[in-house]
């Protein structure tokens, strides 16, 4: 145990059997706040994730910050034995997270309408590719074509150029957030107007994106526009974008505001500018954008990095240098935040991984223990919890049920 700290959600009981990012992140987001959160994986394989990279050696990095917090039991659901134990460890939760495809679990009869018999106040969150109704139900899913899907990488890069997909699993990540969210909305239901059913929740994956899309809907809708590709905030605020410094480094500055035009004016000492026709509000900044993002290019180039910052910050103008992981090792907001923590792991010695957020004033949630090893708790829940004995569980090993 690496604290005693616990979180909001101390005591609440998760079964996890997801695989991969999107659904694993959101239990792996309710563990950090106090979850209990029980991983099930296929023994002698574990969770693919175990196998993706980036490595150190024959060390997956990313298993430490997206799988602690939790335990981990292996055990093939899909033997009889297997099912029947899964049956008795779901008795005991009050939230199970699943991505398989749908029907998958129906299939091994372990669907909800089975699954409620043995805990009537189950909560199952279920994440698939493209969700568990219409023509596509069925069809694999993953985050990058399901990026594609969403509306989100037509948007993406320069119009001479073909579409960008996210350098990593955007989407994945997001609908964890959206997995997290719906575990909590379900629970606090059925506990606080005392429910003596739960329910399903259910989500596809690309649905997590294009719920972010309202611009884009509302503009097809009434303007009959199909908006192109192109960098940065176009046609949303003016000036914004990236923007080069005196000393050859990128920074990022929007003015979404008009009042945030205002101060940035008064910084570039281009008070002017409030006064003009074409620059004093954002609607006529952006029909004239071109000029807008010529003058303020123009004015930052004057400055290095630093020093544009030290203005910009004086003046309350939002303005961000564009940071690489090295740079965020070294900032001092980062630090003091805590966003980056060192952990335990059972190879490396320690490993840094991301902090735990929100941040709560009386129920701060922790990193209670490091990732774990495949089947390092089995004696303690399959045996602790569920009383099998050392060679019921020796038996169970045998053959391959565990």
Not at 20 to 30: K, Q, S, V
Not at 104 to 115: I, S
Not at 207 to 221: G, K, P, T
Not at 270 to 286: A, F, I, S
Request: glycine content about 10%; hydrophobic content about 35%; aromatic content about 8%.
């Amino acid at each position: 145990m690496l604290t005693k700290n616990y979180g909001p959600l101390t005591g609440v009981q998760i079964l996890d059997i997801s695989t991969m990012i999107a659904a694993p992140f959101g239990a792996t987001l309710l563990a950090d706040l106090g979850a209990e959160v029980t991983k099930i994986e296929l023994p002698g394989k574990g969770d693919t994730l175990r196998t993706v990279g980036p490595w150190k050696g024959t060390e997956p990095l990313r298993w430490p910050g997206l799988a602690r917090n939790k335990k981990s039991v292996t055990l093939d659901i899909r033997s009889e034995e297997g099912a029947e134990i899964f049956k008795k460890l779901i008795s005991g939760v009050d939230i199970l997270i699943e991505n398989f495809r749908p029907g998958t679990l129906e299939k091994w009869n372990l669907g909800y309408e089975e699954l409620k018999k043995v805990n009537p106040k189950l909560v199952m969150v279920r994440v698939s590719g493209y969700g568990q109704t219409g023509p596509y139900r069925e069809k694999a899913g993953f985050g990058t074509p399901g990026t594609a899907f969403s509306g989100h990488t037509y948007l993406q890069g320069y119009s001479d150029r073909p579409p960008v997909s996210p350098s990593y699993s955007l989407l994945d990540y997001v609908t964890g957030i959206y997995t997290a969210f719906a575990c909590v909305s379900a629970i606090y239901h059925r506990d606080v107007h005392e429910q003596p059913e739960g329910q399903v929740v259910e989500m596809g994956l690309y649905e997590s994106i294009f719920r972010m899309m309202e611009f884009l809907i509302a503009e097809y809708d009434q303007n009959g526009k199909v908006r192109e590709r192109s960098p940065g905030l176009a046609g949303h605020s003016s000036p914004a974008g990236t923007y080069e410094t005196k000393d050859g480094k990128f920074v990022v500055l929007v003015c979404s505001t008009d009042s945030t035009f205002d101060r940035l004016a008064e910084a570039m000492e281009r008070k002017d500018m409030l006064k003009d026709p074409r620059y004093y509000t954002n609607v006529e900044r952006l029909k004239h954008d071109h000029e807008v993002q010529e003058i303020v290019s123009n004015w930052i180039k004057s400055f290095t990095q630093d020093e544009l910052q030290a203005k910009l910050d004086s003046f309350g103008v939002p303005v961000s240098p564009i940071y690489s992981i090295e740079d965020i090792f070294n900032d001092p907001q980062y630090r003091e935040r805590e966003n980056i923590v060192e952990v335990e792991h059972p190879r490396l010695g320690k490993i840094k991984v991301p902090g735990v957020v929100p941040k709560f004033s009386h129920t701060p949630g922790a990193i209670r223990h490091r990732a774990p090893e495949l089947g390092e708790h089995n004696e303690e829940i399959l045996g602790g919890k569920l009383g099998l004995s050392s060679e019921d569980l020796a038996v169970l090993k045998e053959k391959g049920v565990i």
